[in-house]
């Protein structure tokens, strides 16, 4: 009996988007550990993350990492499938169509500050929208509304403004490996 084995290829692509993913996975389970006055407000910085890994690399690396995001936090956290999880992939879904929408838009009047309040929003929306569905089957959750309208502008704007930021820092050049093999010789 022979063994098996599967090996697939992983390009560099793939440890960027890994090496993004950990960092947004190490924000969402620190964010996991602050009190909130409110079940439900966030300040979700791990979307800061997103939107530096959306305006450089692009929609499907930023679709990657947030769903990888959501995924393994919650596995960390202890999430994974109940109503929580769920309801943060219904909030990262919404952002990450919002988010792709919002490419089109002219790049002069759009940036990360409003790429990022816009997603919070699509975020709170889809998250209320499936607690209404599933959750909280009555009208009354959507008194919260204004609530969270009001945290997703804060939260969405102080956001876009970190990750503008960190956007402005340019991106160091890996040294290619044969560059470090003649320095090693």
């Not at 596995?75 to 109503?83: S, Y």
């Amino acid at each position: 009996m022979t063994r098996s084995t599967i090996e697939l290829p992983v390009t560099a692509d793939d440890y960027r988007i890994a090496r993004y993913a950990a960092a947004a996975i190490a924000l969402t389970v620190a964010e996991a550990a602050l009190p909130s006055p409110l079940p439900g407000i966030k300040p979700g910085l791990a979307n800061i993350i997103v939107l530096v890994v959306l305006a450089r690399y692009g929609w499907r690396d930023a679709a990657w990492v947030s769903l990888l995001r959501v995924v393994a936090g919650s596995l960390v956290i202890g999430q994974f499938l109940a109503p929580g999880f769920f309801l943060a992939l219904s909030g990262a879904l919404c952002s990450l169509s919002v988010l792709a929408l919002a490419q089109h838009l002219p790049p002069r009047l759009f940036g990360p500050v409003s790429a990022s309040v816009l997603a919070a929003f699509a975020h709170i929306g889809g998250q209320i929208a499936l607690a209404r569905a599933w959750l909280v089957p009555h009208d009354a959750v959507f008194y919260l509304l204004p609530l969270f309208a009001t945290a997703a502008l804060v939260f969405g704007t102080i956001n876009g403004l970190v990750a503008a930021r960190l956007l402005a820092i340019p991106v160091a050049t890996p040294v290619p490996d044969t560059a470090l093999l003649k320095a090693g010789q």
